[in-house]
């Protein structure tokens, strides 16, 4: 049991009260930190299976994968638990319209990460999509960030690069991709 009065000062009883919280409960001490976690290089990379693959029976990630937009990830590499490729959006709106952008990422399992960026005349953008291949389906969340777009500052105003404040730069949502046969 704590008794302030036990303790020589503020500071000290905070840090006891810190020590207690992250006894109860560990996370709760790294609460605003940023945390890597990787894998310990001592051990061997597990070979994919169609267990760990959400299914999937040839144990790869490489081929063509295609959302409900018509949107394409193709994976060209799947070694050593690092996934590359290219990118092509199916929509015009986006910042990556029109182009087709290489492709980086990770996987373990059937759990995946992937991003990419552009520059261009709307700015430069970054997507990264996350997540989980279940029942042959590669269900993802995405987010794009983008500095600046082309388009009007007002209504009425003729469209013009402009900066975009951080609650519009930022997009998410969610994309389900299948394999291409």
Not at 18 to 33: N, Q
Not at 84 to 98: E, K
Not at 105 to 132: K, P, Y
């Amino acid at each position: 049991m704590l008794h302030p009065e036990h303790l020589r000062d503020a500071g000290q009883l905070e840090r006891r009260l810190r020590r207690h919280r992250e006894r109860d409960d560990p996370m709760r001490s790294h609460a605003g930190r940023i945390i890597l976690i990787r894998d310990n290089p001592a051990t061997p990379p597990v070979a994919p299976s169609p267990r760990n693959l959400g299914g999937m029976t040839d144990t790869t990630w490489i081929g063509r994968w295609r959302n409900q937009y018509g949107s394409v990830l193709t994976v060209t590499d799947d070694n050593d638990g690092t996934l590359t490729g290219t990118f092509r959006t199916a929509l015009d709106d986006s910042a990556f319209a029109g182009a087709e952008v290489p492709v980086t990422g990770v996987h373990r399992g059937a759990c995946v990460t992937f991003a990419f960026t552009r520059a261009g005349a709307d700015g430069d953008s970054i997507a990264s999509f996350t997540g989980l291949l279940r029942d042959g389906r590669l269900e993802t969340v995405w987010h794009v960030v983008q500095d600046s777009a082309v388009k009007p500052p007002r209504p009425g105003h003729p469209a013009e690069r402009i900066t975009l404040p951080w609650a519009h730069a930022v997009l998410t949502n969610a994309d389900t991709f299948t394999r291409e046969p």
